[in-house]
């Protein structure tokens, strides 16, 4: 079991990467060396988007394991039990690498809107926590220190129920600054975002966790998978919608208004990348759906269609996420 852990956790951060640095280059927004002097460097412009990648991986971690403690393991009384207690000491950990990269990316941030040297951001201090995007990372890695820290010891499902708002709370402000303008599409896109964020973050951080705690009862398997159906069901239906407004409104602000957006949509490299996300959401929801009905009938048989089915997601997941962080960085 540690062993395919580790390979599957390796794997999706690769396959994550490679879409990544894929997408990057498709729609020609791959940092580039622009010959200038006293700018913060290439090797810090391309640090931003693997910082935001990792950034979302840990978040996904720490939520898939928040998630597993407090619905998918749930158990009577109220208290965690031992695989709870493990969830949540994983999210503590999560929430730690979480923490690291939002602070890491408020300095690479600040350092390329600023167009000033990382070591020269000292002198431009108040410039820099005057930048709303850096602002807003801040605030997120203040809330996940002390998300980390909070959830370290709790023993109960109510206690890490709270560190799932606390979660939730430190994913909006990131969200919100992703759109500044105050058009009403933007305002809906905004609010989208958040939804879309928060769906899609339960979504595959409980997948995740099915993984990672699912197995330690070969009895209880079924019950758990199907507290994950549950939230899979209702994540996946919020992802789309809110995906599809997310995406719409801010092809609308570049278009500058809803009237020109099936222009924008197949002439700009936010739409192709756009187009490229929904495919392999499709994707993963149709070839999901057809390896699920073959490989949970016969799930307690053999270890084999279990890993087939979360191998097969998790990779798509991943893949999908590399692309949301393209996009965010084509934006």
Not at 29 to 40: A, N, Q, T
Not at 127 to 139: N, R, S, T
Not at 168 to 173: D, N, W
Request: aromatic fraction near 6%; glycine fraction near 12%; hydrophobic fraction near 55%.
């Amino acid at each position: 079991m540690p062993g395919r852990l580790v390979a599957g956790g390796a794997s999706a951060v690769v396959v994550a990467s490679v879409a990544l640095v894929v997408a990057l280059f498709a729609a020609g927004s791959e940092p580039r060396d622009l010959g200038g002097i006293g700018g913060p460097g290439l090797l810090v412009d391309w640090s931003l988007p693997f910082f935001r990648l990792i950034a979302t991986l840990a978040t996904v971690g720490c939520a898939g394991a928040l998630l597993a403690a407090v619905v998918l393991l749930r158990i009577e009384g109220g208290s965690l039990g031992v695989q709870g207690r493990r969830a949540v000491r994983d999210a503590s950990n999560s929430a730690i690498i979480w923490a690291v990269s939002a602070f890491a990316g408020a300095v690479v941030t600040a350092a390329i809107l600023l167009d000033t040297p990382v070591d020269l951001l000292r002198l431009r201090l108040d410039d820099a926590l005057g930048v709303p995007e850096v602002k807003a990372l801040l605030i997120t890695g203040i809330l996940v220190v002390a998300l980390a820290i909070g959830i370290r010891r709790v023993q109960t499902s109510a206690a890490a129920g709270l560190g799932v708002l606390v979660a939730i709370a430190a994913l909006i402000p990131t969200a919100v600054t992703a759109y500044p303008r105050n058009e009403s599409y933007v305002v809906i896109a905004g609010a989208a975002l958040v939804v879309h964020v928060i769906a899609a973050t339960s979504w595959i951080g409980g997948l995740a966790g099915l993984v990672r705690y699912g197995r330690a009862s070969r009895a209880g398997l079924p019950i758990v998978l199907e507290r994950f159906n549950q939230v899979a069901i209702i994540s996946s239906i919020a992802v789309l919608l809110s995906g599809l407004l997310t995406g719409a409104g801010r092809l609308a602000a570049k278009a500058g208004g809803w009237g020109s957006l099936p222009d924008v949509l197949t002439a700009d490299a936010y739409g192709a990348l756009l187009l490229a996300k929904i495919a392999a959401f499709v994707i993963l929801i149709i070839g999901t759906w057809l390896h699920r009905r073959k490989a949970t009938s016969n799930l307690l048989d053999g270890n084999r269609p279990f890993w087939q089915l979360v191998t097969f997601e998790l990779l798509a997941m991943s893949l999908t996420l590399g692309l949301s962080v393209a996009l965010s960085q084509t934006a």
